[in-house]
Structures are given as C-alpha cells and as structure tokens.
C-alpha cells in the first residue's frame, strides 16, 4: 500500500503566465530533470482570451499567447483558488485545491496588482493549503512572491539565481521538491 502511494502520480493542473501559453509552460517545465517529471502527471491549458498585447515571449516562442481574465498571471489565479473556495465564491462543485505549486507568483492586492472582487477575502486568513514556492532572485515580482509567502502557513521554498522563468532545478531544489511530494503524498 505505501509503494503504491509513493508511486501514484500527482495531478497537476498547471497554469501558464500573462500572455504565454500552456505549450510554453510546457517546455519550460519539461527542463526539470525526468525522475521527477515521472511523479507528475502534469495537465497545460491556454488562458481562455487572447493576448491583448505584446507578449515578453515573443521572438522566444512561437504564438499563439493567451491572458487570464485579460489582467492576471496563472500563479496569481492559482495562489488565490484555495480562499476563493474556503470562502465559497469560487469553484464550490469540485474537490477543494490540496496543493499548490507557485512560481513567480505574487497575490491580488499586492503593489503592483489590485484585488478582483470574488478574490477580496481570499487573504483575509492564512492559506493551510501545503504550498511550494518558486522565487527568483532577479525576478520582477520577487517582492511580491515574498509577500506571497506571509498568507500562506509552512511555505515551502525554492530559490534561484534566475528572473522571471521556470528554472532548471539544482541538487537542493530537486531535494525540496521531493519532500513536498512527499508531504502531498501522505496526505488523505
């Protein structure tokens, strides 16, 4: 019964930045050495609109870009999902979130981003949701996923020398890494 819980994939639904793609997310995460790309079963969507604009990726990768509510990142989406359901303004028919992997991510409300009104109270109390962050040191919200940590009880947290990226993954990260899975793996 344990091993078939190590050995039990963790589905992720996994949401791109402003005006990239899920193709993009894609190749950026599939960098991640295999061993763990092999305890994910990792799942891409598009942003349902159009980019409006120009995209930072342009010239990098190949469009079509997309946007989240033609405003937000996907990390900013994702790090408010789980108080948008404990305060049940939000994707109340499905299972609550059980975890969160956030890179580059940053909160509505923070200094650079206003709060849209269902996410108002997503931050009113701590996030117990078990949570994994990514954060850049060059990265152009890093303040703001710094910040981030502060609604969240435990973060766990990967630090790289990069910006703005999903960045290849050193002894230490992949080490941190695993042992969220395996907290999220123990979990009911």
């Known amino acids: 019964m344990e091993n078939e819980k190590q050995n039990k994939k963790l589905k992720i639904l996994c949401l791109h930045g402003f005006r ?6 894609q190749k950026e995460v599939e960098k991640w050495p295999q061993p763990l ?7 891409f969507m598009d942003g349902p609109y159009p980019a ?3 995209s930072g990726v342009d010239g990098i990768f190949e469009p079509p870009f997309y946007e989240w509510f033609q405003a937000d990142e996907g990390a900013m989406l994702a790090a408010t999902i789980p108080g948008m359901q404990r305060e049940g303004v939000a994707l ?21 981003f206003g ?7 997503s931050f009113s109390t701590p996030i117990t949701t078990p949570s994994l962050h ?4 060059t990265d152009i919200v890093k303040e703001e996923g710094i910040g981030l940590l502060e609604s969240f009880v435990d973060p766990l ?16 990260s992949l080490e941190i ?7 999220i793996q123990d979990l009911p």
């Open 92 to 112: 109340t028919k499905v299972p609550k979130v059980k975890f969160l992997i956030i890179a580059s991510g940053a909160k509505f409300g923070s200094s650079k």
């Open 52 to 54: 409006q604009g120009k």
């Open 134 to 137: 990514i954060i850049g040191e």
């Open 115 to 121: 709060i849209p009104k269902l996410a108002s109270a």
């Open 20 to 25: 990239t793609s899920g193709a993009i997310l």
């Open 157 to 172: 947290i990967i630090h790289h020398p990069n910006g703005h990226t999903i960045p290849m993954l050193d002894d230490k």
């Open 177 to 183: 890494f695993y042992n969220f899975i395996a907290k």
């Open 37 to 43: 790309l092999q305890k994910l079963d990792l799942v």
